[in-house]
């Protein structure tokens, strides 16, 4: 199985900041990287598909990028419904595994 | 509005069996494959089981043999058939809809049911 890997576990920080969290895959999986955010309670939502595409709905302040191992995640302008749990998943290969997480809180 | 939503999580002895339903609306659903997702509390997700249009279904190592997804198209329902149950499955389980043109990411999921194994 392809193992994901994500950094930071946490992080803190205020409404407005620039907001980057990175994820690594165990081997090259091209552009199959999705990103999903997830409150308390509730089910993920898919944010990012392929590495760089934003699902329909999600607010352009979230961008994603990278390919081969190495993503990230971008939140130009952190608000306040903004802090939550974020996942990377890999859809290269089944399972398509998921990385354990960044929790996102405020400073 | 597309919608899913779980029923049949709850309390079972080691070794016992639980049929999980998922009732979906607001798109055809005959036209997607659909998947389990599972989460530990406190934990992070998992992936459990398959199911493309044709009928073709996918476990990990972990539910081989144990679980058994299905669908019923004439009622817009997903299941998963979860036997020989263990601490470990202790989890919620969504349902998640495949997003068009990949097999291994989720559109929309639904809110979670709640499987706990404990005597």
């Known amino acids: 199985d392809i193992q994901m890997t994500q950094s930071p576990s946490s992080l803190s920080a205020s409404v407005g900041d620039r907001v980057t969290i990175t994820c690594r895959a165990s081997?090259?999986?091209?552009?199959?990287l999705n990103w999903y955010q997830q409150k308390p309670g509730k089910a993920p939502k898919l944010l990012i598909y392929a590495a760089s595409s934003l699902q329909s709905g999600v607010p352009s302040r979230f961008s994603g990028s990278g390919s081969g191992t190495d993503f990230t995640l971008t939140i130009s302008s952190l608000q306040p419904e903004d802090f939550a749990t974020y996942y990377c998943q890999q859809s290269y290969s089944t399972p398509g595994t998921f990385g354990p997480g960044t929790k996102v809180d405020i400073k | 509005e597309v919608q899913l939503v779980e029923s049949g999580g709850g309390l079972v002895q080691p070794g016992g069996s639980l049929r999980l339903s998922c009732a979906a609306s607001g798109f055809t659903f005959s036209s997607y494959d659909m998947h389990w997702v599972r989460q530990a509390t406190g934990k992070g997700l998992e992936w459990v089981s398959a199911i493309g249009t044709a009928g073709d279904t996918y476990y990990p190592g972990s539910v081989k043999g144990r679980f058994t997804i299905s669908r019923e198209n004439a009622k817009n329902s997903l299941y998963l058939q979860m036997n020989s149950l263990r601490a470990g499955d202790t989890a919620v389980y969504y349902c998640?809809?495949?997003?068009?043109?990949?097999?291994?990411?989720?559109?929309?999921w639904g809110q979670g049911t709640l499987v706990t194994v404990s005597s």
């Open positions: 998640a809809r495949v997003h068009a043109g990949s097999w291994l990411s989720y559109d929309y």
């Open positions: 081997q090259s999986i091209s552009s199959y």
